[in-house]
């Protein structure tokens, strides 16, 4: 199987990422905000979920970064195992799903819903199996580990 050819967004979101791990968030912001109206016209299920799912990383405060989390995982519906698999997660979408309800669970936290913390840290346990033995994986299981 071949690798479809990727948009131009995922190069911005990727150049996001890297300045939010260089401790420049708002300028991440700034590079991946302009991107959400062309990605949500579009139908690459996949560069939605990984745009919400960045933008929540860079938000200010934790409102923000829960509504996008959020709008990651409802994206989710749209995601298939395939267009997954096509983008690298070789456990399809379910591996991207510990992620993403890590995410929330500690953003729930913050916002003091100690219940749905739990729920969402306990979901994103159940789908670990789904992770590649790799990096990345090896990098969320940590996480996990740690607890939030």
Known sequence: MTTP???SAYAT????????EQGRSPEAKALMEPLVAEVDSG???FAKVFLAHS???VQENPEDQLAWDLRALALMDELTDQRAIERGNPGG????????????AVDYRRLGDDAN????FELGQAHLP????DAYGDSIRSAFAEGI
């Open 93 to 104: 979408k379910n591996a991207l799903l510990p992620s993403l309800h890590l995410n929330l």
């Open 13 to 20: 979101i990727r150049a996001g990422i890297a300045l939010r």
């Open 5 to 7: 050819p990727e948009s």
């Open 130 to 133: 789904a992770l590649a033995d």
């Open 117 to 120: 913390a739990r729920r969402h």
């Open 55 to 57: 933008l929540a990383d």
């Open 43 to 45: 139908d690459d299920a």
